[in-house]
C-alpha cells in the first residue's frame, strides 16, 4: 500500500538550514507528485511546494526565495531543503501524495524545532 | 493568495447529530475544494475531493456540497471518532491554502 514517511533532524539552530527526506512505497516518483505541508504548533496547515511526476516542481511564494524540492527517484525518496530558518519555522512538516483528488496520501509528519 | 475562512472555528455537538462546517473563499475557485479531518495525535486523513467526492474508505455520512466561493462539509450523523479537527482547502490557484480549521467538540 501507499506510505509516506518523514525525517529528518528535530532541532536546527536559528540561521540554518532545514534538510528533511520523505520517503515513499507503494508508488512510483515518476508517475506520482509529492507536496510539503507544514504546521506550526497549535495553528494551520501552509502548503509549501510540489514536485510534480515530470520533476518540475511549485512553491508557495511567501517561502519561495527559501524553498527548495528535489527528489531521487531511484531511491523513492523526495528532499526539502529550507535555509534562513527563524523560530516561526518551528513545525510539524508533512509530505502528502497529491494529485487530481487532493492530497491523498499523508505521511505521519516530522517536528522540527527552530532553537540555539 | 486565496483566503479561505471556516465558520464556525469551534462547534460542540452530541453524538448522533447533523453537523454542517462552512468554509468560503475569497474569490471563487470553480468547486476546486477539499476537506481533511485531523485527530489529536496529528494523523490527516483525507475526506472530500473536488467539492462533493468521498476519497475511498470515507463513511457515506460525510458529504460535500457547494459552488463559487461557498462549500460545506455534512456529517449526517456523529460517531465517536469524528470528534476532530476539518480543514477545508483550495487548489484552484497555486498556492493552495487551507481554511483556519473547525475543532468538532463533544457535547
Known amino acids: 500500500q501507499v506510505q509516506l514517511k518523514e525525517s529528518g533532524p528535530g532541532l536546527v539552530q536559528p540561521s540554518q538550514t532545514l534538510s528533511l527526506t520523505c520517503t515513499v512505497s507503494g508508488l512510483s516518483l515518476t508517475s506520482n507528485s509529492v507536496s510539503w505541508i507544514r504546521q506550526p504548533p497549535g495553528k494551520g496547515l501552509e502548503w509549501m511546494g510540489v514536485i510534480w511526476s515530470n520533476g518540475g516542481t511549485d512553491y508557495n511564494s511567501a517561502i519561495k526565495s527559501r524553498l527548495s524540492i528535489s527528489r531521487d527517484t531511484s531511491k523513492s525518496q523526495v528532499f526539502l531543503k529550507m535555509n534562513s530558518l527563524q523560530t516561526e519555522d518551528t513545525a510539524m512538516y508533512f509530505c502528502?501524495?497529491?494529485?487530481?483528488?487532493?492530497?491523498?496520501?499523508w505521511g505521519q509528519g516530522v517536528m522540527v524545532t527552530v532553537s540555539s | 493568495d486565496i483566503q479561505m475562512t471556516q465558520t464556525p472555528s469551534s462547534m460542540p455537538a452530541s453524538l448522533g447529530e447533523r453537523v454542517t462546517i462552512s468554509c468560503r473563499a475569497s474569490q471563487g475557485i470553480s468547486n476546486y475544494l477539499n476537506w481533511y479531518q485531523q485527530k489529536p495525535d496529528g494523523t490527516i486523513k483525507p475526506l472530500i475531493y473536488?467539492?462533493?467526492n468521498l476519497q475511498s474508505g470515507v463513511p457515506s455520512r460525510f458529504s460535500g456540497s457547494g459552488s463559487g466561493t461557498d462549500y460545506s462539509l455534512t456529517i449526517s450523523s456523529l460517531e465517536p471518532e469524528d470528534f476532530a479537527m476539518y480543514y477545508c482547502?483550495?487548489?484552484?490557484?497555486?498556492?493552495?491554502?487551507f481554511g483556519g480549521g473547525t475543532k468538532l467538540e463533544l457535547k
Open positions: 473536488y467539492t462533493s
Open positions: 502528502a501524495r497529491t494529485g487530481s483528488s487532493g492530497f491523498d496520501y
Open positions: 482547502q483550495q487548489y484552484d490557484s497555486s498556492p493552495w491554502t
